[in-house]
């Protein structure tokens, strides 16, 4: 793999934390009902209420586009390496960015915007990144890093983020801070 140590540890970070919910050392299908009940739970959607199943529908509809893109042996799954390399891949060229890629982002903006107000404040940050097993002063340290000392950030600016995310080989740059922690 050509990716340096730094990006590998971010993207094991978010592959472990997020994805592989059950902790197996590979993402399929049950990590992403996990999530969804996780994510369902977190925000007080019951299930069988039109939140719960966009959500899932949402979710589903990542897990179809991430599985597609990553799962190079076709098992079903998606492990560490081919995670790695999908996300590598999409490092070398962001202006490759899959629709899922796309979805899953909006996904996290929506998520951490629970006001709906168009921005993320640290409140809502800290809540979302907090409820992954982050202690809370690091997600506030993470947001204050992320927003350079704005109140809030919005979705324009998290798109940018998020490329610089999966890209960034700078370890100061504002966009590693976005899933709250702070550092690799």
């Known amino acids: 793999m050509s990716i340096s140590d730094f990006r590998k540890k971010k993207l094991l970070f978010l592959f472990n934390v997020f994805f592989d919910v059950n902790q197996s050392g590979e993402i399929d299908v049950k990590d992403f009902e996990l999530a969804i009940e996780r994510v369902c739970q977190l925000r007080g959607w019951q299930k069988d209420t039109p939140k719960n199943k966009e959500t899932y529908d949402l979710m589903m509809e990542i897990w179809t586009g991430l599985r597609s893109k990553a799962d190079k042996d076709n098992d079903g799954q998606v492990s560490v390496d081919e995670w790695c390399n999908m996300w590598d891949a999409y490092a070398k060229d962001p202006s490759s960015v899959m629709d899922w890629q796309n979805a899953y982002m909006n996904f996290m903006f929506d998520l ?12 809502e940050f800290t809540l979302v990144c907090s409820s992954y097993g982050l202690e809370k002063t690091e997600c506030e340290e993470a947001f204050a890093k992320m927003s350079q000392g704005q109140s809030e950030v ?19 740059a504002p966009g590693n801070y976005i899933f709250g922690k702070t550092s690799f």
């Open 112 to 123: 951490e915007d629970a006001s709906h107000d168009g921005g993320i404040d640290v409140t």
């Open 154 to 172: 919005t979705r324009e600016q998290f798109a940018a983020l998020w490329k610089e995310y999966f890209a960034a080989e700078d370890v100061n």
